[in-house]
């Protein structure tokens, strides 16, 4: 069964932080690492990081790197997402995906969670 389930959106207010989480379910051969993406309304699905779950390695994308970290926990079966002082146009909804690499590239991932909404407003 392949699975993800991302946790953790709220209000927040801008210059606060939250961690996202995703447990996931299903990690084989094949879907070795998670990527997390966003949305906001009328706006593209955007990469922002990825992890591999077999060697941990990471890739963020580069106009986000400062604020956003991936990381997971292997006895927790959960990647998890770090935002730092968050601002307005980060408000979106988050999702991660399996990949068969670490990749920020959406349309490599194949399977999707519902998203978690993450809203910044004052």
């Known amino acids: 069964q392949v699975q993800l389930v991302e946790s953790g959106g709220d209000l927040v207010q801008p210059g606060g932080s939250l961690r996202l989480s995703c447990a996931v379910t299903g990690l084989n051969f094949r879907y070795t690492s998670v990527g997390w993406f966003r949305q906001a309304p009328g706006k593209e699905r955007e990469g922002i990081a990825c992890?591999?779950?077999?060697?941990?390695?990471?890739f963020t994308n580069d106009a986000l790197k400062g604020r956003f970290s991936v990381s997971g926990d292997r006895a927790k079966n959960t990647v998890y997402l770090q935002i730092t002082d968050v601002k307005p146009e980060d408000t979106a909804t988050y999702y991660c995906?399996?990949?068969?690499?670490?990749?920020?590239?959406?349309?490599?991932?194949?399977?999707w969670g519902q998203g978690t909404q993450v809203t910044v407003s004052s």
């Open positions: 995906a399996f990949s068969n690499r670490c990749t920020i590239v959406a349309a490599y991932h194949n399977h």
């Open positions: 992890i591999s779950i077999r060697d941990g390695s990471t």
